[in-house]
Protein backbone atom coordinates (compact mmCIF):
# COMPACT_ATOMS: atom_id res chain seq x y z
CA UNK A 1 0.00 0.00 0.00
CA UNK A 2 0.86 3.64 -1.30
CA UNK A 3 -0.29 6.25 0.44
CA UNK A 4 -0.43 10.27 -0.33
CA UNK A 5 -1.44 13.20 1.58
CA UNK A 6 -2.96 16.24 0.26
CA UNK A 7 -4.61 19.66 1.09
CA UNK A 8 -2.72 21.07 4.14
CA UNK A 9 -1.99 24.92 4.11
CA UNK A 10 -1.85 27.93 5.73
CA UNK A 11 -5.28 28.91 7.32
CA UNK A 12 -6.58 31.29 10.16
CA UNK A 13 -8.48 30.46 13.08
CA UNK A 14 -11.76 29.66 12.59
CA UNK A 15 -11.39 28.58 9.11
CA UNK A 16 -11.56 24.59 7.50
CA UNK A 17 -9.64 22.44 5.33
CA UNK A 18 -10.12 19.29 3.73
CA UNK A 19 -7.49 16.65 3.82
CA UNK A 20 -7.22 13.33 1.56
CA UNK A 21 -5.23 10.36 1.57
CA UNK A 22 -5.06 8.30 -1.54
CA UNK A 23 -4.62 5.00 -1.68
CA UNK A 24 -2.66 2.65 -4.27
CA UNK A 25 -1.07 -0.68 -4.83
CA UNK A 26 -3.07 -3.67 -2.30
CA UNK A 27 -5.73 -2.34 -0.73
CA UNK A 28 -7.99 -5.10 -0.29
CA UNK A 29 -7.56 -5.88 3.31
CA UNK A 30 -7.30 -3.25 5.63
CA UNK A 31 -7.50 -3.70 9.49
CA UNK A 32 -7.53 0.09 10.75
CA UNK A 33 -6.80 3.01 8.79
CA UNK A 34 -6.54 7.00 10.19
CA UNK A 35 -5.13 10.29 10.80
CA UNK A 36 -1.87 11.54 13.02
CA UNK A 37 -0.36 14.33 13.08
CA UNK A 38 2.70 15.73 15.14
CA UNK A 39 3.47 19.18 15.97
CA UNK A 40 6.71 20.52 16.45
CA UNK A 41 8.38 18.73 19.49
CA UNK A 42 5.63 16.97 20.15
CA UNK A 43 4.94 13.25 19.91
CA UNK A 44 3.29 11.86 17.10
CA UNK A 45 -0.87 11.59 18.27
CA UNK A 46 -3.55 9.82 17.04
CA UNK A 47 -6.51 12.54 15.60
CA UNK A 48 -9.30 10.05 14.05
CA UNK A 49 -9.22 6.34 13.56
CA UNK A 50 -11.40 3.53 12.11
CA UNK A 51 -10.81 -0.26 13.62
CA UNK A 52 -11.51 -3.19 12.42
CA UNK A 53 -14.73 -3.00 13.14
CA UNK A 54 -15.84 -0.12 11.25
CA UNK A 55 -16.32 1.86 14.46
CA UNK A 56 -14.99 5.43 14.18
CA UNK A 57 -12.53 7.25 17.24
CA UNK A 58 -11.57 10.49 17.59
CA UNK A 59 -9.01 12.67 19.67
CA UNK A 60 -11.17 14.66 22.65
CA UNK A 61 -9.50 17.58 21.49
CA UNK A 62 -11.03 17.36 17.98
CA UNK A 63 -13.99 15.67 18.49
CA UNK A 64 -17.18 17.51 17.29
CA UNK A 65 -15.06 19.73 14.53
CA UNK A 66 -13.34 16.95 12.77
CA UNK A 67 -14.23 14.60 10.39
CA UNK A 68 -13.43 11.47 9.02
CA UNK A 69 -14.83 9.85 6.20
CA UNK A 70 -13.78 7.37 3.48
CA UNK A 71 -14.47 6.66 -0.54
CA UNK A 72 -14.21 3.12 -0.67
CA UNK A 73 -14.38 3.61 -4.59
CA UNK A 74 -11.81 5.87 -4.82
CA UNK A 75 -9.75 4.48 -1.83
CA UNK A 76 -9.32 7.61 -0.49
CA UNK A 77 -9.58 8.47 3.18
CA UNK A 78 -10.53 12.07 4.13
CA UNK A 79 -10.68 14.48 7.23
CA UNK A 80 -12.60 17.44 7.16
CA UNK A 81 -11.60 19.77 9.81
CA UNK A 82 -14.07 22.89 10.61
CA UNK A 83 -13.25 25.41 13.46
CA UNK A 84 -9.67 25.00 13.12
CA UNK A 85 -7.39 26.49 16.48
CA UNK A 86 -4.02 27.17 16.14
CA UNK A 87 -3.15 24.31 18.57
CA UNK A 88 -4.20 21.93 15.56
CA UNK A 89 -1.00 23.26 13.42
CA UNK A 90 0.74 20.06 12.51
CA UNK A 91 1.91 17.74 10.40
CA UNK A 92 -1.15 15.45 9.64
CA UNK A 93 -0.27 12.02 8.60
CA UNK A 94 -2.50 9.13 6.86
CA UNK A 95 -1.80 5.46 8.19
CA UNK A 96 -3.31 1.98 7.21
CA UNK A 97 -2.80 -1.12 9.01
CA UNK A 98 -3.00 -5.12 8.30
CA UNK A 99 -2.80 -7.13 10.74
CA UNK A 100 -3.12 -11.29 10.42
CA UNK A 101 -5.02 -11.37 13.31
CA UNK A 102 -8.05 -9.68 11.72
CA UNK A 103 -7.59 -11.56 8.63
CA UNK A 104 -5.07 -10.40 6.39
CA UNK A 105 -2.88 -12.28 4.63
CA UNK A 106 0.32 -10.24 5.89
CA UNK A 107 1.42 -7.41 8.34
CA UNK A 108 1.64 -3.78 7.48
CA UNK A 109 1.95 -0.50 8.85
CA UNK A 110 2.03 2.20 5.90
CA UNK A 111 2.50 5.81 6.12
CA UNK A 112 2.09 8.77 3.99
CA UNK A 113 4.25 11.37 3.71
CA UNK A 114 2.63 14.45 5.80
CA UNK A 115 1.05 17.22 4.73
CA UNK A 116 1.82 20.58 6.90
CA UNK A 117 -1.25 22.26 8.36
CA UNK A 118 -0.70 25.66 9.69
CA UNK A 119 -3.58 28.06 11.32
CA UNK A 120 -2.50 31.73 12.23
CA UNK A 121 -4.39 32.99 15.18
Known amino acids: VQLVESGGGLVQAGDSLRLSCAAS????????MGWYRQAPGKERELVAV???????HYAYSVKGRFTMSRDNGKNTLYLQMNSLKPEDTAVYYC????????????????WGQGTQVTVSS
Open 95 to 110: NFYGSIATGCPYEYDT
Open 25 to 32: GDTICISA
Open 50 to 56: IDSGGST
